[in-house]
């Protein structure tokens, strides 16, 4: 399986997150991608190729031209204002607010953002960018005849609204790339998250579409992030009711579990028979992850590899969560070494 990563994602290298009242080191840092495509590399899965450059078109098959423009200029502005620090939203549009873009960069900050971790810095825009052009390259790879390729994004993306970001995401890669697929002529397209928390963005921006099969198994967003979308009563709207579903667990929960929730992902995938699969692919299920609470074990990744395998799909895997930098690596590579059978 050829992987697709850009050096650019090191610009992304903030130095806070909002965390507990106080600014933590980033869990989401470069030494995550760095840690996987050096297991990528010693496994070897297969060719590392840098990303082709696709523009902004496709971005903006997903994002808002307002949204994109915001993201573009939002460092330059912040500093334009003399703040001090790493730009952070700090005022939304609460109930009974009006919801109009402001002018200024602190408004436009919390207009285009749902959450207050995800600082911005200098090297933001264009390693998330870079991160698009790597799912659109590997999509590229797919639709070319490819079996399955592996976009190591970073920046992740499947928080990543039409013109929202938040939970370390900006533009949302497997959108983008499932858009891509679209744009090309493939009808039925179906994305599979199964990074520990809701893919909220991914299911907002294609909740009225039914072209798009939009799937998550997740934590409940009544225990975590992010806490205002993800549960199983959002089954789709208008166009595209029944074409979302969210399958949701609680704490500890093992892969024996987990994998029920699996089984019925594929099976509805497998109903749907999409001409291409993503699979938004994050780790954060990891028994050791600091931020989330199932409990999958390294070896349970090459279990997970096999069953999407097992779909027999054109398969685009792009990179999300997952935190234990010292598993991140193993824990990736588990499920496309299982993909190929290789486990
Ligand atoms: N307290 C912020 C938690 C952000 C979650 C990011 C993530 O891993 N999403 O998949
Ligand atoms: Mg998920
Ligand atoms: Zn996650």
Request: proline content about 6%; some cysteine; charged content about 20%.
């Amino acid at each position: 399986m050829k992987t697709v990563f850009s050096p650019l994602h090191s610009l992304r290298s903030v130095k806070t997150e909002l965390d507990g009242g106080i600014l933590i080191e980033p869990h989401e840092k470069p030494s995550r991608a760095e840690t996987i495509l050096a297991r990528v590399k010693s496994q070897t899965l297969g060719e590392v190729i840098e990303p082709e450059e696709f523009g902004l078109a496709p971005v903006k098959r997903v994002h808002t031209p307002d949204y994109v423009a915001f993201l573009e200029h939002c460092w330059a502005d912040w500093v334009a204002e003399g703040k001090p620090g790493e730009a952070i939203p700090a005022v939304w549009c609460g109930r009974g607010m009006r919801p109009r873009m402001p002018k200024d960069i602190d408004g436009r900050l919390g207009y285009f953002s749902f959450a207050a971790e995800t600082s911005i810095s200098a090297g933001t825009w264009e390693a998330a960018c870079a991160s698009a052009n790597v799912a659109l390259t590997a999509q590229k790879l797919v639709a070319n005849g490819e079996r399955a390729a592996f976009a190591l994004c970073r920046p992740p993306g499947h928080h990543a609204h039409a013109d929202l970001f938040g939970g370390y995401c900006f533009f949302n890669n497997a959108a983008i790339a499932a858009q891509a697929f679209r744009d090309q002529g493939y009808e039925r397209v179906a994305i599979l998250d199964v990074d520990f928390h809701h893919g909220n963005g991914t299911q907002a921006i294609f909740y009225d579409r039914s072209d798009v099969l939009t799937i998550s198994l997740h934590g409940d967003p009544d225990l975590v992030f992010p806490h205002f979308l993800g549960f199983e009563d959002e089954t789709g709207e208008a166009e595209g009711e029944g074409y979302n579903l969210n399958i949701i667990y609680p704490p500890g929960t093992p892969y024996s579990e987990w994998s029920k929730g699996l089984e019925t992902a594929c099976k509805r995938i497998a109903d749907f028979q999409p001409g291409a699969l993503i699979i938004a692919l994050g780790v954060d299920t990891f028994e050791e992850d600091p931020i989330s609470f199932f409990k999958l074990k390294s070896k349970d990744y090459f279990s997970l590899g096999q069953r999407i395998e097992h779909l027999r799909l054109p398969t685009v895997f792009t990179m999300e969560g997952g935190y234990d930098v010292d598993a991140i690596g193993v824990n990736v590579v588990n499920v496309m070494q299982g993909f190929e059978g290789r486990a």
